[in-house]
């Protein structure tokens, strides 16, 4: 038998469409900070059933950062879908589509296969952004249908009724293209509910029994006016809006997402609710990246999924700290030590637990087996009585030291780490040894164990030239083997990189095509090479010839000019990709280094960013 709630008698709201917003004072005076009403209607918990995820790391996310790279976005993706992708948990990511490096990520991440995280479109709520959508061939996309008075009257300049009409129009040619409309109604914790949101959402599922395709409904607290508490009035409750939509408006919970942001510190506790109340998807992105105070933690949603279901099986929570490692490694964020499940030591406890303690008592500090569910163990907080065990702990874990690797306690670096450690406490001392501390320390008395400084500017210098020398490679004029067009075109490349001095291509006996040189005063110096020049030994020219890859040079003082340069040369093929010379390039680095950060950029061909609309 049916519950009641279910066969409630659905009062009718019709569109209130008034001349003047609701901007709802009250609640939002804005000289002041925002209140929270109540009303002394409290709802029972229907959870939704079912409950998912879903992300927009590649739109929101990339609202709150420098945008992600082709290859980033391959990566994540493929992160998304371990962590839980593969069972579902994780149902969908949604992606701009406004640029060709936008449309690329999409193609690349649509070769994978995957099932699970659909992707999905996401546009302003227009006819030439959604043929972009069905250009690209997908089935859904997010649509911008705001529904707050502060949107609609005050942005828009529209009243209800317009802002309405124009929604519905858009809605309608995504259903006659056969595309699901995802509609996101965007600042639904200041809209009127009943005087607008309802009377739409009943359209929007008049719609869909029409179509025969669904219509979704994201609910999006812009502002992250939101609250979880029970008696909470609207149009703040979270509960209220949930159960608003589906027993008022007749939305499935399965067609709803609630999508968050975190202005008062409630976007997770305010997805929760929504799932207990029956929204079945909770919208977010890894870390929480998203326009100023950020989205939901996915990684912290899966968590939160397990904790309420106890699907333990549904993710793979250790893909988070490869995901955390990820970030900080190739994006170089820097995650804060002590944010949940991501920080590097989120899990350490400063009560003075050492080595010992962590077989002993490792349950008593720690919130779960960390080191089973998360692949990473309890890290050591150094005081006096961490000892030489503590510190060689804290050495092999924090520079993931293994097997044959690992610093042993009784390696006399540690002793003398120990020494320092324990000198301090008796000058009087207090707290802890911080991560920052027990690394210079550490880089004191162990310095082979890190990567100089040096040595990482000479990684930047070979992947920067690395990229450009392959984009100037792959140009038709440089195949053509014509001395005139390939010497034409070095010229108009040397005017964007003046960092290389000297630029040439040789044929595969090994005799030179074409050069340019940047610099005029440099020019004679050259004046020695010639088409009679053969550089056939040189080491350049030998390795792309004989593996048909990328050579770099380590770096030498360069005998004409006497700048530290190094050399980057990569094979020149045809269509058949038989190679028919070598391409090289001798670059300053210092000058290189310099223009690292716009390098990075123009390599990556990215794309400005449409601006923030949710």
């Known amino acids: 038998m049916p519950f009641l709630h279910f066969n409630r008698w659905k009062t009718q709201y019709p569109l209130q469409n008034q001349e003047t917003p609701e901007l709802y004072r009250e609640n939002f005076p804005y000289t002041k900070i925002g209140r929270v009403n109540f009303d002394d209607s409290f709802l029972v918990p229907r959870p939704a059933d079912p409950m998912f995820i879903t992300d927009t790391t590649f739109r929101d996310g990339q609202q709150a950062r420098p945008p992600y790279t082709v290859k980033q976005i391959e990566t994540i993706f493929d992160m998304l879908h371990r962590l839980g992708g593969t069972s579902g948990l994780i149902r969908q990511s949604e992606f701009f589509l406004y640029s060709d490096k936008d449309r690329r990520a999409v193609e690349r991440c649509m070769e994978k296969g995957y099932k699970f995280p659909e992707i999905t479109g996401w546009i302003r709520a227009n006819q030439a952004d959604l043929k972009l959508v069905k250009d690209m061939g997908l089935k859904e996309t997010g649509m911008l249908t705001s529904v707050s008075d502060y949107h609609v009257y005050l942005k828009l300049k529209k009243d209800r009724q317009q802002a309405m009409d124009d929604y519905l129009k858009i809605v309608a040619t995504a259903l006659d293209w056969g595309i699901i409309p995802r509609c996101h109604f965007e600042d639904v914790t200041r809209a009127d509910i009943y005087g607008f949101c309802i009377p739409f959402a009943r359209k929007l599922m008049e719609m869909s029994e029409e179509s025969g395709l669904p219509v979704k409904i994201r609910l999006c607290d812009t502002l992250g006016f939101g609250v979880p508490y029970p008696g909470a009035a609207l149009p703040r409750s979270v509960a209220k809006i949930v159960r608003a939509f589906t027993d008022e408006a007749g939305v499935p919970g399965q067609w709803l997402e609630w999508h968050g942001h975190n202005d008062f510190h409630k976007v997770l506790v305010n997805a929760s609710t929504a799932w207990l109340y029956g929204c079945s998807g909770a919208n977010g992105t890894l870390l929480g990246f998203g326009e100023r105070t950020g989205n939901a933690p996915i990684e912290a949603l899966v968590i939160e999924y397990i904790s309420l279901t106890g699907e333990d099986d549904a993710a793979h929570p250790e893909v988070i700290s490869e995901i955390a490692e990820y970030f900080s490694r190739e994006l170089d964020y820097r995650i804060p030590d002590n944010y ?58 924090s520079l993931q030291l293994r097997g044959a690797d690992a610093i042993d306690k009784r390696h006399p670096a540690v002793g003398k780490i120990s020494e320092r450690i324990n000198e301090a406490y008796e000058k009087g001392r207090t707290t802890s040894f911080s991560n920052k501390e027990m690394k210079v320390l550490v880089k004191r008395y162990l310095p082979e164990l890190f990567v100089s400084e040096f040595d990482h500017l000479k990684k930047v210098a070979h992947q920067l030239a690395a990229k450009i020398i392959t984009k100037l490679s792959q140009d038709c004029e440089i195949r053509s083997l014509s001395s005139d067009k390939v010497e034409r075109c070095m010229d108009d490349f040397l005017d964007d990189y003046s960092f ?26 050259y004046k020695t090479f010639d088409h009679q020049t053969d550089f056939s030994t040189r080491d350049w020219f030998v390795e792309p010839m004989r593996t048909g890859k990328m050579h770099v040079t380590d770096f030498y003082k360069s005998h004409f000019t006497g700048k530290l340069c190094l050399t980057v040369a990569t094979p020149v093929d045809d269509e058949d990709l038989n190679i028919k010379g070598v391409l090289g390039a001798d670059i300053r680095f210092e000058e290189l280094l310099k223009r690292q950060e716009d390098l990075e950029l123009d390599t990556e061909d990215e794309d400005t960013l449409p601006p923030s609309e949710d």
């Open 500 to 525: 290389i001095q000297y630029i040439y291509l040789i044929d595969t006996t090994g005799h030179l095509v074409a050069s340019s040189v940047c610099h005029p005063e440099d020019e004679p110096k």
């Open 340 to 397: 949940p499940f991501a920080g590097r030591d989120f899990n350490a406890t400063s009560a003075g637990i050492h080595v010992d303690g962590l077989i002993k008592n490792e349950e008593i500090y720690n919130i779960f087996d960390t080191g089973r569910i998360l692949g990473r163990p309890v890290p050591i907080i150094i005081t006096d009585k961490s000892g030489r065990a503590g510190v060689a702990y804290w050495i092999n874990q």
